[in-house]
């Protein structure tokens, strides 16, 4: 609400709902993150609210103490990689039941699924068995998706694009399997935290990645399917107001998602210290650099990163040198290209699962904090996912003590 509604005491109209897997729920959607970040509680609230809540699919067993204590020194080879697997599947059925739990039948579940890692399948495929309502799935063409999920007709499957080009390339591929996607979202890498849809750093500015070019060009290619009205876009980064809200949606989506400004909430799944590096980052602090996936990433500049950067040139001359010569000494495959593991000198040269654990426990010195490049709702207060979503659609929310 602006300051001119806020004086006559009056509210901008409602927001029209996104509709989807069969349902009317409000137009936000808590973008998935991890390893951890957007688990059972935190996906499980913004669901109880009537959004969308996403969890998370990567590593998950983190978040159960039974479940890393079975997959701890429990050495390495083929045995070992199964056991971790079948924690991470496991945990990831215990986290859609705990949120479902806490969402009461309200809004809808998602899982963000990365199609960059190797066990993709055996996650979306538990994900369905286990009842979620939406498959996520980005960093990847997920062109397969419509097959793993053949036999959970009602599972809505949703990629994440960043350019009209990929949106009419899996348009194509998706219609040849007599399926269309239930939902696009469409995710700007100028603004967005994690993995980007780029190839380069250099691309992350480039004008055919602008909610402004790439909304009317993908319902432009939807309208040619006659799918216009029934595949909604959802605008991804970079969204802090609720005038940005309502201009995207003019724009013609049908929703936005947010990542960072979810992931600080109390609700957030990560520790207290992680919510407080996110949310006290300046402009300056928050640095691009190449992911060990090879794709560019956005993060805040931690002591761990700061180390990475400076040392990157000579890991990365020494991996030339190595060759295919694996450093990685982890049992499971958690990408299925990667530079540590698979000595790809142009890559990332350090263990992203480490790094990121050491995020969600909240230790700065160790750990990659992923974040989006905007400024955030709420700047550097921590507060509850009902005032998050209140303030997007332009609902009064009570300032903080």
Known sequence: MNAADAARGTAPPALPPLKLAGREVLPIV?????????????????????????????????????????????????????????ANLEALDREIKAARAIAHGRGLLAVNVMRAVAEYAPYVTRACESGIDAVVVGAGLPLDLPELAADFPKVALIPILS??????????????????????????????GGHLGAARIEELGDARFEFENVIPEARAALRALGAEDRVPLIAAGGIN????VRELIALGAAAVQLGTAFAVTEEGDAHPEFKRVLAGAQPEDIVEFISVAGLPARAVRTPWLENYLRLAPKLQAKAAQRGAKPRCTMVFDCLAQCGLRDGIAKFGQFC??????????????????????????????????????????????????
Do not use: C, Y
């Open 241 to 244: 107001t609720p005038q940005r």
């Open 163 to 192: 350019d009209a080009r990929g949106v009419a390339l899996i348009l194509k591929k998706w219609e040849r399997k007599g399926r269309l996607p239930d939902a696009i979202v469409i995710e700007h890498p100028k603004h967005a």
């Open 30 to 86: 808590q973008g998935g993150m991890g390893v951890g970040v957007s688990a059972h509680r935190l996906a499980g609230t913004v669901a109880s609210l009537n959004a969308v809540g996403t969890l998370s699919s990567v590593d998950l067993r983190r978040h159960h103490p039974d479940l890393m204590e079975r997959t701890t020194r429990i050495g390495t080879g083929p045995e070992a990689k199964a056991k971790i697997n079948a």
């Open 352 to 401: 992203i699962d480490h790094q990121l654990a050491a995020a969600l426990r909240g230790d700065v010195k160790h750990g990659l904090f992923f974040r989006g490049a905007g400024k955030l709702p709420f700047g550097a207060q921590i507060r509850p996912v009902r005032d998050l979503i209140a303030f997007l659609l332009g609902e009064p929310v009570v300032a903080a003590a």
